[in-house]
């Protein structure tokens, strides 16, 4: 129980390597069904990208993971399978400090998106791909 004994044990944990939601590993074995991919629509707005999908199996998804890269990264997040859009910021901001103890804002550009659909033993489908002009 040193989890619940030591505070400091636990937040480094959780802000940690346990700070970003993940996927269950996936079990082919189970079922390998292949997974649909989604398609994907895309439009900006003001300052944001919205995305939007459908998919023809829809009683085979559990969840969603939509991928965003800005500049050379990429990033994601898992939704719900009720949840047929997401909306990312067309920049993002990154803020560090340089030897000289100045902080340095860079600003990275969204470049591409992806929707993947996930079914309930984290299968996951190819990813629909979208490259932002």
């Given at each position: 129980?040193?989890?619940?004994?030591?505070?400091?044990?636990?937040?480094?944990?959780?802000?940690?390597?346990y700070k970003k939601e993940a996927l269950v590993p996936s079990?082919?074995?189970?079922?390998?069904?292949?997974?649909?991919?989604?398609?994907?629509?895309?439009?900006?707005?003001?300052?944001?990208?919205?995305?939007?999908?459908?998919?023809?199996?829809?009683?085979?998804?559990?969840?969603?993971?939509?991928?965003?890269?800005?500049?050379?990264?990429?990033?994601?997040?898992?939704?719900?399978?009720?949840?047929?859009?997401?909306?990312?910021?067309?920049?993002?901001?990154?803020?560090?400090?340089?030897?000289?103890?100045?902080?340095?804002?860079?600003?990275?550009?969204?470049?591409?998106?992806?929707?993947?659909?996930?079914?309930?033993?984290?299968n996951e489908s190819k990813p629909a791909i979208l490259s932002?002009?």
């Amino acid at each position: 129980a040193p989890l619940l004994k030591f505070k400091e044990l636990s937040d480094a944990i959780i802000n940690g390597p346990y700070k970003k939601e993940a996927l269950v590993p996936s079990t082919p074995w189970f079922n390998n069904s292949v997974v649909p991919s989604p398609n994907v629509l895309m439009f900006q707005e003001n300052d944001k990208m919205k995305l939007s999908w459908t998919i023809s199996e829809k009683e085979k998804i559990f969840q969603w993971v939509v991928y965003f890269k800005y500049g050379e990264k990429w990033n994601y997040t898992i939704l719900n399978k009720d949840i047929f859009s997401y909306e990312a910021p067309l920049t993002f901001e990154s803020k560090s400090f340089n030897d000289d103890g100045k902080e340095v804002v860079r600003k990275f550009r969204l470049t591409q998106v992806a929707v993947s659909a996930v079914d309930r033993i984290s299968n996951e489908s190819k990813p629909a791909i979208l490259s932002i002009k």
